[in-house]
């Protein structure tokens, strides 16, 4: 809540992080809906984030260096209406572990695609969205 105060109020809750998985749920509602009222597409687009961000926060503190983590660039893509309540995963930790290594070993900055699917409770996708995360060890 007091890290991502706009996900909390619309709804963004993390159900599950695993070591190579995270699953995110939100609810349409009034306060996340658009004029066609369906879920706002920047309501969707925090919950992705979260799922693969949630996932890198770990791995960082897993590996227990000092890294620092940004997204760099991203894109979606929406092929059904957003109502009820929408899923959102990201099972890729295993890439985020290789460009962690990376960045360990050579010491230059990485990056990282993630994906993240929203589907609906019938298990029809709804949006995907692709995060480019840039990783990089602190200097000391």
Request: aromatic share 10%; hydrophobic share 45%; net charge positive.
């Amino acid at each position: 809540m007091f890290k991502l105060p706009a996900a909390y109020f619309t709804g963004v809750r993390t159900k599950e992080l695993h070591e190579n998985a995270c699953i995110v749920t939100v609810k349409h509602r009034w306060v996340n809906q658009n004029p066609f009222k369906s879920m706002f597409w920047a309501v969707q687009g925090m919950a992705a984030e979260l799922t693969t961000g949630a996932l890198v926060m770990k791995k960082i503190k897993s590996s227990g260096e000092k890294i620092s983590m940004l997204v760099a660039s991203n894109n979606a893509s929406f092929t059904k209406k957003a109502t009820g309540i929408i899923t959102f995963s990201c099972s890729e930790g295993g890439k985020i572990d290789e460009a962690i290594l990376e960045a360990i070993d050579t010491g230059e900055g990485q990056t990282v695609w993630l994906n993240a699917k929203g589907v609906n409770a019938d298990g029809v996708e709804v949006s995907t969205f692709n995060f480019e995360w840039t990783l990089k060890v602190k200097s000391l």
